[in-house]
């Protein structure tokens, strides 16, 4: 039976009590409870739970470091919370045993194994040593509540780490393990996926990259497709599984390689492609890939709102980058290498084996820094072009800016074409190109030499259009790019190509000519401005700034100077063919040409009778200013010099009919050619132009300055009535027949 203590006050003296207590006092000594009940039901702290309490404090206030002290200099442990380093595993101790004895003494060139041990109610480590060493182990990332292939609630440390690598599903590269369906789990866990371990991974399937992901190809690093493998290596899973909604941000970076593998493969459509991206939000590519040898195209991408791309490379057998409508809001920087077509191209729809195009628009589109290396890919073929359009009516470009092209083309360096296959309608609203060196080649047989840039419907267009090319505005500067034997930009077409607006600012040193227009009734520019160009043109029979075939409306050239090599070829405008082409306004303003043939000229009758105005221009050392065959053409003149070759003189007409006006300075000399069947009038009002009366038809109320000096009327100015010249000074006449 237990003892029952009094209820006597402190102290007792009660036999009672004093039995009661030393039960008590065991309980306080060996208990491992925190605490004891007294005699009067009031709780005490226990031995052990004294302890608990200086822990507690400990773990609350910190540890005591014995600042200078190791286990190797030897130390003097007062308290429970003083901890001492040893210095052969980096890692504090403190003394979990007993102090009843005094303090715990650590003699020099100790350690805690030699000292009591490491154990509870030893030594303990109280450092991170040991967590370092748990964590840079193999399973270490377990530790935080991270392991590969898990799925983490948000908030834990797992959701916020998603940096993979094949390594953690026990892949290593290898040139001869396909390694494809290993990867499966990892790509389908998405997040942040690393190859960083140099080597290749080969593959027998698409991997497949979900919304979020960001794919890092390091250096060194080669995903590549197996010789049975022909199909992408890349897709992004709304194109996978045809899904309505959009992946919503995916990244594919870095300096490694996407091998293809495509030399001895077949054409299989789609399948062709080393990477397919379609219906993304955001998509970013770049970081220096290199794609090699896709079969078709590098970089099938169709169905984006934001597409930045920065730093792609190509050793490849057809397209680089391969855009399909619709894409908005597309930042593209530092495409190069070789590829054995296009080096990136924009198609509203496609062939039909390659076609995953919606209907809808390429708007916003910024395109920069595109390299075409002078040399032969893999299959020995070179790069065609650096940047090429072709639509199919599905859509339009609406706004696209280019700007920085380099290199060497086999064809054009830009082009704008309709195709075969459907690709029948180009439809531009806005195009703004600049800063181009890219030099533009001479075809696959090495015959024909290409324009810089190329607008050409080349056959083709809707039988319900206009036009199988149309381009409502296109802005071309700061053409550098020097070519002897091609004009700088080539409007061509036998169905139907139009550029409603041109402007070339800051053309070539050196070219062919500026614009060529071929192709009566087909090929249209209805308004063109070029200005700002200084230009030397070799001997050829087709060196001309503007040369048409086609149709013009207005030409508006300003602060041209162009330079010939001699007098007989080489000219501002030259009407050519053997079928009537037009010309409605053609405006010279602050322009220079220095040698070549007559200024603007037509080899056979135009359509339209147009109208020339010529404003503080120069023509020196030329062999004409103005030779229209059977053509009536107006000629508005205002600070116009001349100097031209000797034996030449400004205005020729065969079979054509002029009206001239205003002021030509030709040092007094005769500014009009013997008639070869046409007629040469002068606009009412008096003109600064010297003419020989003798090859003036007369118009009532228009005068000059007479350059004959054997006429009746003598030299000077003169106006004319019914074929009377009256001397405005004099009074002298002179009737002329005509």
Not at 514 to 542: G, K, M, Q, W, Y
Request: hydrophobic share 35%; net charge neutral; glycine share 12%.
């Amino acid at each position: 039976m237990a003892t029952q203590p009094t209820n006597l006050p402190v102290p007792s003296e009660s036999p009672f009590d004093f039995k009661f207590n030393a039960g008590k006092i065991d309980e306080f000594v060996t208990s491992m409870g925190w605490t004891y009940t007294d005699r009067f039901g009031q709780k005490h702290y226990t031995i052990e739970g004294i302890n608990y309490l200086s822990q507690q404090a400990m773990a609350a206030f910190g540890y005591v470091i014995l600042t200078g002290k190791t286990f190797t200099t030897g130390a003097t442990i007062n308290n429970p919370n003083e901890v001492l380093l040893n210095t052969a595993d980096g890692e504090y101790y403190k003394w979990t045993g007993s102090f009843a004895s005094g303090p715990k003494v650590v003699p020099a060139n100790s350690t805690p194994a030699s000292t009591g041990g490491i154990a509870p109610g030893a030594w303990i480590g109280v450092g991170d040593s040991s967590l370092r060493a748990a964590l840079a182990a193999t399973g270490g990332a377990g530790l935080v509540g991270l392991s590969v292939g898990s799925v983490y609630p948000a908030g834990t440390v797992g959701s916020a780490i998603q940096y993979r690598t094949p390594q953690m599903y026990g892949i290593e590269p290898s040139t001869t393990n396909i390694i494809g369906s290993g990867l499966d789990a990892m790509f389908a866990s998405g997040g942040d996926i690393r190859f960083e371990k140099p080597g290749t991974y080969l593959t027998d399937r698409a991997w497949v990259l979900r919304s979020g992901t960001r794919l890092w190809i390091g250096p060194g690093v080669i995903l590549k497709a197996a010789d049975s493998y022909n199909g992408n290596i890349l897709r992004n899973y709304s194109y996978d599984v045809n899904s309505g909604a959009a992946d919503d941000f995916i990244e594919v970076w870095g300096p490694g390689t996407i091998d293809f593998n495509g030399l001895s493969k077949g054409f299989s459509g789609l399948n062709s492609m080393a990477s397919v991206f379609k219906n993304v939000t955001t998509l970013r590519l770049g970081g220096g890939i290199l794609t090699r040898n896709a079969r078709k195209y590098c970089w099938l991408i169709a169905k984006i709102q934001n597409l930045h791309v920065d730093g792609l490379r190509f050793n490849t057998i057809s397209d680089g980058l391969h855009l399909q409508n619709p894409v908005t809001n597309a930042y593209i920087r530092n495409l190069s290498g070789v590829t054995g077509d296009d080096m990136c191209a924009l198609t509203i729809g496609d062939y039909p084996s390659y076609d995953i195009s919606e209907p809808g628009d390429f708007s916003n589109v910024d395109i920069a820094g595109i390299y075409g290396l002078n040399t032969v890919n893999d299959e020995g073929t070179t790069t065609t072009t650096l940047v090429t359009f072709g639509g199919n009516g599905s859509g339009v470009y609406v706004r696209v800016k280019i700007s920085g092209l380099y290199g060497k083309t086999r064809d054009s360096v830009m082009r704008c074409n309709a195709d075969t296959n459907g690709l029948d309608y180009t439809h531009v609203n806005f195009l703004h190109v600049s800063d181009v060196y890219a030099i533009p080649g001479n075809g696959l047989s090495g015959t024909g030499a290409f324009a810089v840039i190329t607008f050409d419907d080349r056959g083709y267009k809707k039988p319900e259009n206009l036009y199988g090319v149309e381009v409502d505005e296109a802005v071309l500067e700061n053409i550098f790019s020097r070519k002897d034997t091609a004009p700088v930009v080539n409007v061509s077409g036998s169905v139907g190509t139009s550029v409603h607006q041109l402007t070339i600012n800051n053309g070539p040193r050196n070219a062919l000519g500026l614009v060529s227009i071929n192709n009566a009734n087909t090929t249209f520019v209805d308004t063109l401005f070029i200005n700002n160009c200084r230009i030397i043109i070799p001997a050829s029979s087709n060196a001309s700034v503007i040369a048409s075939r086609g149709v013009l409306g207005h030409v508006y050239m300003n602060n041209v100077q162009v330079i010939f090599p001699d007098t007989t070829q080489g000219r501002l405008f030259r009407s050519l063919g053997t079928i009537a082409t037009s010309l409605s306004k053609l405006y010279l303003e602050n322009v220079t040409q220095i040698n070549g043939a007559a200024a603007i000229f037509s080899q056979v009758a135009m359509a339209t009778q147009p109208e020339i105005y010529l404003s503080n221009t120069t023509f020196d050392g030329c062999a004409g200013m103005i030779d229209l065959t059977g053509t009536t053409a107006k000629v508005y003149n205002s600070n116009v010099k001349t100097a031209l070759a000797a034996g030449y003189v400004p205005f020729s007409s065969n079979a054509a009919n002029y009206t001239i006006s205003g002021d030509v300075d030709t040092g007094g000399t005769n500014t009009i050619a013997v008639s070869n069947g046409g007629t040469i009038r002068l606009g009412r009002g008096l003109h600064n132009i010297a003419c020989d009366l003798t090859r003036l038809t007369s118009v009532d109320n228009a005068g000059c300055y007479n350059s004959n000096a054997a006429l009746s009327c003598g030299v000077g100015m003169v106006s004319v009535q019914s074929k009377v010249w009256k001397h405005i000074y004099t009074g002298a006449s002179y009737t002329s027949s005509s």
